[in-house]
């Protein structure tokens, strides 16, 4: 059973350059969250898919957006990119109608983002 | 808004009991989380605690007390694969169940 996965594992990028990231949610999962986490932060919030729809989003400007596929995996794009951006960004998948399961999130290992 | 606080870093021996606080500030209120992650590593998923009381679960046990706005993480038997940052986690009624990461807490495992 393939866990959460993500790609690619570390990117570097300059200031002003757009970046996408990708995830495939865990086996039977059809909910994809998106957190970005600082060093010695927890993670963030960015924003949740279901259905192919983003159904909530974070305290993050217009420069990050995302999709979902009919396959329940999900992009995460950054346009503009600042040096703030610089951060760990991780991908995590849920059961969007799974009872008391709906709270447990599986992360993936995560794309580190590092901007120049 | 929500916020959440939780020591910085807590360090303890091999073997020992270790607890870990959260109180946390937020309406609709909806159950309270626990993750792990070691360095580099992503998080995982501990614990989740919606009722008052404490919940078992091997060598972790978690505790809520909704009066008290207030749940910890126990530790028991420390081993020195415990070292890891520990999140407490809210999460508020909405229907997303979306939860909001403290700033983590830092456990150091000495031999």
């Known amino acids: 059973d393939a866990g959460v996965t993500q790609s690619p594992t570390h990117l570097i990028k300059t200031r002003g350059q757009q970046v996408t990231l990708r995830c495939s949610p865990k086996s039977g999962h059809d909910t994809v969250s998106w957190y970005q986490q600082a060093l010695g932060q927890g993670p963030q919030f960015i924003f949740q898919?279901?259905?192919?729809?983003?159904?909530q989003r974070g305290n993050f400007p217009d420069r990050f957006s995302g999709h979902q596929f009919p396959n329940y995996s999900s992009e995460l794009n950054v346009n503009a990119l600042l040096l703030g951006d610089s951060a760990l960004y991780l991908c995590?998948?849920?059961?969007?109608?799974?009872?008391?399961?709906?709270?447990?999130?599986?992360f993936g290992p995560g794309t580190r983002l590092t901007v120049l | 808004g929500q916020s959440l606080e939780q020591p910085s870093e807590v360090t303890a021996v091999e073997g020992a009991i270790v607890q870990i606080n959260c109180t946390y500030q937020t309406s609709g209120f909806y159950g309270l989380s626990w993750y792990q992650q070691h360095d580099g590593g992503a998080p995982t998923f501990l614990s989740y605690n919606a009722l008052d009381g404490l919940e078992e679960t091997g060598r972790f046990s978690s505790f809520l007390s909704r009066s008290d706005s207030y749940g910890y993480l126990l530790l028991q038997e420390l081993q020195m694969k415990d070292s890891a940052s520990y999140f407490c986690?809210?999460?508020?009624?909405?229907?997303?169940?979306?939860?909001?990461f403290g700033r983590g807490t830092s456990l150091i495992v000495h031999p």
């Open positions: 986690a809210v999460i508020a009624s909405g229907g997303s169940y979306i939860p909001t």
């Open positions: 995590a998948s849920s059961l969007s109608h799974g009872g008391r399961r709906s709270n447990e999130q599986f």
């Open positions: 898919y279901y259905e192919e729809e983003e159904r």
